[in-house]
Nanobody, 122 residues
Framework: QVQLVESGGGLVQAGGSLRLSCAAS????????VAWLRRAPGKEREFVAA????????YYADSVKGRFTISRDNAKNTVSLQMDSLKLEDTAVYYC???????????????WGQGTQVTVSS
């Protein structure tokens, strides 16, 4: 089964940017849709963004649309999440997740990374 490792989290001021990366242990092109989800303190896990197997389609939660961009480099088996104009409410643990087949906008992904903390300060 594919293993996922996130990196790039950290502390950033509101209005700043961070770029998260998700590295897969095997080739994911044309096989796995990949998503980013997050869990804020005291809240349920929520969908953030997802990208299709080929990278031709992507979807975003309304709360991040226009600020976050998901992309994939199939040659390197990585998926990135560029986060701009960060807000305090973006503070959460961010998880990379994958599933075979089509992307979905729920948390029903089969493979998960360990998560990376993103903290936005005022």
């Amino acid at each position: 089964q594919v293993q996922l490792v996130e990196s790039g989290g950290g502390l950033v001021q509101a209005g700043g940017s961070l770029r998260l990366s998700c590295a897969a242990s095997e080739r994911t092109a044309n096989t796995y849709a990949v998503a980013w989800l997050r869990r804020a303190p005291g809240k349920e896990r929520e969908f953030v963004a997802a990208i299709s197997r080929t990278g031709s389609s992507s979807y975003y939660a309304d709360s991040v649309k226009g600020r976050f961009t998901i992309s994939r480099d199939n040659a390197k088996n990585t998926v990135s999440l560029q986060m701009d104009s960060l807000k305090l409410e973006d503070t959460a643990v961010y998880y990379c997740a994958a599933r075979r087949g089509m992307l979905i906008t729920t948390a029903s992904y089969d493979y998960w990374g360990q998560g990376t903390q993103v903290t936005v300060s005022s």
